[in-house]
């Protein structure tokens, strides 16, 4: 008998469903309980998983090792570069000035608030995780200039950028769901803005306020370097440096958002050369690389700062992050695990049975498939490929109906990320709460996020199907 054989049975939904569950909760225990570390918890958890739900032998360390590779594609090279501009803004007083001219702007009690616009525009073009690290030492050094809670400032930042990367095109999420849905992605954008800012307010701007006078989280030292590194590399670098450090990455970006957009529409050549090199420098790691290597000289060579102490300083932000990449890997690896083990398609196809309004299935289907395994991405898809083909070509669904339906499955797909989710861990490792702080806060805020951007876009659906 092969290695496939031995563990190739074929599981329902209901023991899938309890595996899961089982799995979760044995995950916490391992990590709340009985302190086993992070890292080591997710391994052992996934592969026990893996085990349990039949995945083939032979297939088990490919599954354990691509999730685990797959998300380490997408997050380390975002951290790891953006970890290194935020260590030399921290170091150099960078942050400082743009503190400064923030609170001098808006005033101390506006700049929490500042902090969520400043995160609603780089959340634009820029995805959650890249944009998060790089407002971070600008988070870090507001909290402590003004003191109290780190969640106050940190909490509504980290929502802006998550609400924008799951409601508004050009993030890949509403961009693959308007292409199965054959949604307009013009109209996508608007109201995906429509649903997304007033879901920040409640969920980021008025629940942050909650839960940063709740839990009294301590300002992380994550990126602000030694002592020593912060005397010897300090210049006290001009507002317009720090701004353009920080726009740089926006614009880029943006950038490769516009000719995609252009391309798309026949405007310009796809396949033209100058468009394939352009659209190459405005990728994330590649604008990212740009900026850091923008940041070594501005604030360290053109300074006349030594360049062993330049490479010092930007080697010094990697070692932190180490443990928050890896975590943030074996979070990937436990989600791909379930994925491979069929649970989502299996509650999917379960929920798909039931006969509720379209648009209020496919929330549900996207939720319990995103609480089930843990990606958004994927959650939003599956919702979306499943119904397909009761929107396409149906003609008693006008285009708002489509783009509502597009907003709904989006906020369905972001709902409750817990354990199961890579974003989850690089919540809880940069704002240094432990799991069951980031289940309290994090976790209950997406699910926020999840309900109301649901509701608006309900109401979007209802308003456009009344005319």
Same mark, same amino acid.
């Given at each position: 008998?092969?290695?496939?054989?031995?563990?190739?049975?074929?599981?329902?939904?209901?023991?899938? !469903?309890?595996?899961?569950?089982?799995?979760?909760?044995?995950?916490? =225990?391992?990590?709340?309980?009985? +302190?086993?570390?992070?890292?080591?918890?997710? &391994?052992?958890?996934?592969?026990?998983?893996?085990?349990?739900?039949?995945?083939?032998?032979?297939?088990?360390?490919?599954?354990?090792?691509?999730?685990?590779?797959?998300?380490?594609? *997408?997050?380390?090279?975002?951290?790891?570069?953006?970890?290194?501009?935020?260590?030399? !803004?921290?170091? *150099?007083?960078?942050?400082?000035?743009?503190?400064?001219?923030?609170?001098?702007?808006?005033?101390?009690?506006?700049?929490?608030?500042?902090?969520?616009?400043?995160?609603? =525009?780089? $959340?634009?073009?820029?995805?959650?995780?890249?944009?998060? &690290?790089?407002?971070?030492?600008? /988070?870090?050094?507001?909290?402590?200039? !003004?003191?109290?809670?780190?969640?106050? %400032?940190?909490?509504?930042?980290?929502? @802006?950028?998550?609400?924008?990367?799951?409601?508004?095109?050009?993030?890949?999420?509403?961009?693959?769901?308007?292409?199965?849905?054959?949604?307009? &992605?013009?109209?996508?954008?608007?109201?995906?803005?429509?649903?997304?800012?007033?879901?920040?307010?409640?969920?980021?701007?008025?629940?942050?306020?909650?839960?940063?006078?709740?839990?009294?989280?301590?300002?992380?030292?994550?990126?602000?370097?030694?002592?020593?590194?912060?005397?010897?590399?300090?210049?006290?670098?001009? =507002?317009?440096?720090?701004?353009?450090?920080?726009?740089?990455?926006?614009?880029?970006?943006?950038?490769?958002? $516009?000719?995609?957009?252009?391309?798309?529409?026949?405007?310009?050549?796809?396949?033209?050369?100058?468009?394939?090199?352009?659209?190459?420098?405005?990728?994330?790691?590649?604008?990212?690389?740009?900026?850091?290597?923008?940041?070594? %000289?501005?604030?360290? %060579?053109?300074?006349?700062?030594?360049?062993?102490?330049?490479?010092?300083? &930007?080697?010094?932000?990697?070692?932190?992050?180490?443990?928050?990449?890896?975590?943030?890997?074996?979070?990937?690896?436990?989600?791909?695990?379930? +994925?491979?083990?069929?649970?989502?398609?299996?509650?999917?196809?379960?929920?798909?049975?039931?006969?509720?309004?379209?648009?209020?299935?496919?929330?549900?289907?996207?939720?319990?498939?995103?609480? @089930?395994?843990?990606?958004?991405?994927?959650?939003?898809?599956?919702?979306?490929?499943?119904?397909?083909?009761?929107?396409?070509?149906?003609?008693?669904?006008?285009?708002?109906?489509?783009?509502? /339906?597009?907003?709904? !499955?989006?906020?369905?797909?972001?709902?409750?990320?817990?354990?199961?989710? *890579?974003?989850?861990?690089?919540?809880?490792?940069?704002?240094?709460?432990?799991?069951?702080?980031?289940?309290?806060?994090?976790?209950?805020?997406?699910?926020?996020?999840?309900?109301?951007?649901?509701?608006?876009? %309900?109401?979007?659906?209802?308003?456009?199907?009344?005319?």
């Amino acid at each position: 008998m092969t290695d496939e054989l031995v563990m190739n049975w074929t599981l329902g939904t209901p023991a899938l !469903l309890s595996i899961a569950v089982g799995a979760i909760l044995l995950l916490l =225990l391992f990590i709340i309980k009985w +302190r086993i570390h992070a890292f080591v918890a997710l &391994v052992v958890i996934s592969l026990l998983t893996a085990v349990a739900t039949g995945i083939p032998v032979a297939s088990v360390i490919p599954t354990l090792t691509g999730g685990f590779g797959g998300t380490l594609a *997408s997050v380390a090279l975002l951290v790891g570069l953006g970890a290194m501009l935020g260590r030399m !803004l921290e170091t *150099s007083g960078g942050a400082e000035v743009l503190t400064n001219a923030l609170i001098g702007k808006f005033g101390e009690k506006r700049a929490p608030l500042a902090l969520s616009i400043a995160s609603l =525009l780089f $959340g634009f073009p820029i995805f959650f995780d890249a944009g998060l &690290v790089v407002m971070l030492p600008i /988070i870090f050094t507001v909290a402590r200039r !003004l003191g109290g809670s780190f969640l106050g %400032y940190a909490f509504p930042a980290a929502t @802006a950028f998550s609400v924008m990367h799951i409601f508004v095109p050009p993030h890949p999420g509403p961009v693959a769901a308007s292409g199965l849905l054959e949604a307009n &992605v013009g109209l996508v954008l608007l109201l995906g803005l429509v649903v997304a800012l007033p879901t920040w307010y409640f969920a980021g701007h008025l629940y942050g306020k909650y839960v940063g006078r709740k839990f009294n989280i301590a300002i992380p030292d994550i990126l602000a370097g030694t002592k020593q590194e912060q005397h010897d590399f300090a210049s006290t670098p001009k =507002l317009g440096t720090v701004v353009t450090l920080l726009l740089l990455p926006l614009v880029l970006i943006f950038m490769n958002t $516009g000719l995609n957009t252009l391309a798309s529409a026949g405007i310009v050549d796809k396949g033209a050369q100058w468009v394939q090199i352009l659209r190459l420098v405005g990728e994330t790691p590649i604008a990212l690389l740009i900026t850091v290597l923008l940041g070594m %000289y501005l604030l360290g %060579y053109k300074q006349n700062k030594d360049k062993t102490l330049v490479e010092t300083v &930007v080697d010094s932000a990697l070692g932190p992050v180490c443990s928050i990449i890896l975590i943030t890997g074996a979070g990937g690896m436990f989600g791909a695990v379930l +994925r491979a083990s069929g649970i989502g398609d299996a509650v999917a196809d379960s929920l798909d049975a039931l006969g509720l309004p379209i648009i209020v299935a496919g929330f549900i289907i996207a939720a319990v498939v995103r609480v @089930a395994q843990g990606s958004a991405t994927v959650a939003l898809t599956t919702a979306a490929a499943i119904i397909q083909p009761v929107v396409v070509g149906n003609a008693d669904l006008n285009q708002i109906e489509v783009v509502a /339906i597009v907003l709904a !499955l989006a906020a369905g797909s972001v709902f409750a990320g817990h354990v199961n989710d *890579s974003g989850f861990w690089l919540v809880s490792r940069f704002f240094g709460m432990d799991v069951k702080t980031t289940l309290k806060v994090w976790t209950v805020g997406q699910a926020l996020v999840g309900v109301i951007g649901f509701a608006i876009a %309900y109401l979007i659906y209802a308003v456009a199907a009344a005319f």
